[in-house]
């Protein structure tokens, strides 16, 4: 699992980060039509194949299957609706969304690729019903999820992944930190060389 886990909005950001150095990198596209959706999801599939990036497709699992896309990432109510059969047939990895240890237990019965637990600190990405979870529950999170690799997210910074590496955490997910920065670019290197140190 690689410890950088860069997640953009929109595939021109994809286009400008991944070049940096990413390797694993997921598309978040909210609101908007499925047809831009599909357009960027092809995009972002054949700049990541290019680069030697994993692109992760967020939430849109049957555009994922029908544009040949290898990895998925859900949240628990796309758990609800996904075609489970379908992406193992296809050979798509997918990983998981959880906040708490039913969502954990429930992730864990669907053997995948990853389980993500967040937000570790408060995020101003979106309102979310869950408190900061803190690295006390990073480290509760890796020892239930045993082999399965666990990405933390929310609320990130480059001085806190060392914190979050200790606690258990195999990759770190960095949303606001980088899309905020003055120099994204600049922010995304930081964020490698803060990774792989």
Known sequence: MERFYLIVSHVSALELLVPHGVKLV??????????????????????????GAQLVVNDYWQAALDLNCGFVHLGQEDM???????????GVRFGLSTHDESELDRALSFDPAYVALGPVYPTLLKKMKWGPQGLENVTRWKRMAGTTP???????????????????ADSAAVVTDIQQADDPEARTREWIRVCNA
């Open 26 to 51: 997921q598309l978040r596209i909210k609101d908007l039509p499925e047809t831009e959706v599909r357009r960027q999801i092809a995009r972002a599939r054949d700049f990541c194949a290019v680069h």
């Open 80 to 90: 609800n609706t996904a075609d489970f059969v379908a992406l193992r047939r296809a």
């Open 150 to 168: 666990l990405v933390a997210i929310g609320g990130l910074a480059p001085d806190r992944v060392p914190g979050v590496f200790e606690a258990g």
